[in-house]
């Protein structure tokens, strides 16, 4: 077995396919997928979940603070809400932090007495770039994504030092919004418990399943009752506990309450520790990366065989959303 892993980059995809119908070993199918996945597929173009939003504000939190602002370039009035001060506002301040609630990003400044709000919604970006160094993330991104700016460019942050801050977003549907100080704070009141934060302990865990009429994803995916897991880690989270997503809540036993808790939480920090699941770093021309869609395994799968136990993943619309299972795997 070992001769076949070891040359596998060797054989076509399609006597590997039959390898697999011989062998029936889902050690060699993994190797196998992820071998044709990283010519067809590497870079899945999914919306940016809090990961994705997590590896973007560590980006940003190593690069942007401390550089003057010396203009704003707004490339488009909506991003900013039409706020007619926005770019008054920033020149000639400086970034001081970047903190983040959900996937909402939320910066301070080193005089402005107030927050701008940035979510990158579908398809935001924010890229950094100096003289010798590019940094990006959110949507997925390409190579094309770092000439910049370019077409889906609407706001750029000029600092004084000849580096720039670019957002990005085809579909417009993402913002950059200043808001005072009050305002931030009852909208980050609104956020749920979230992995990674103090907040998310079992004891707070285990009673928000209580008196709920709704399925298991509708209620994960809600960002009142729990922030940051969005329709990949929902998806993943509920593989990994061995739990059907559209499974309604109160049919749910307390031991599969726990496996959601601890599931709910590693398959996040898993993801923000490899980078994402779109995240491409380009220290150079070629210094891409690998990153979480390697560690998918129902996600973006749909039609492969289950990496545990060789049945085909489903995928079908569930609470609005692309849901990805395994009917053997789950109960
Ligand atoms: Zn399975």
Known sequence: MKYIIHSFDRLKAESAARLYEETRDLEVLKIYWLAN???????????????????????????????????????????????PEFKEALVGDQFKAVSRIGKLLTFEFKDYHGFMLAHLKMTGQFIFVDENQKFGGGHSLTESDFELPHKHTRVIFHFKDGSNLYFNDMRLFGYLQLVAPDEKESIWNGYGIEPGRPNYTWENFEPLFNKRKTTLKALLLNQKVIS??????????????????????????????????????????????????????????????GNFSDELEVFDRAGQPCYKCGNIISKIKHAGRGTHFCSTCQK
Not at 41 to 54: G, H, L, T, Y
Not at 238 to 267: A, I, M, N, W
């Open 37 to 83: 996945k990283r010519k067809d597929v590497q870079n899945p173009a999914v919306m940016p979940e809090m990961p994705e939003v997590e590896v973007v504000r560590r980006q940003l939190e190593a690069h942007i603070l401390n550089r003057e602002i010396e203009s704003v370039e707004l490339l488009h009035p909506k991003i900013t809400r039409k706020n």
């Open 228 to 289: 940051g897991l969005g329709n990949i880690y929902v998806d993943e989270a509920c593989f990994r506990s061995g739990v059907l997503p559209f499974r309604e809540v109160p049919t749910l036993t307390q031991l599969e309450k726990k496996e959601l808790f601890k599931h709910g939480s590693e398959v996040m920090m898993e993801s923000i520790k490899r980078g994402g699941t779109t995240f491409y770093s380009f220290l150079t021309a070629d210094g891409k990366k």
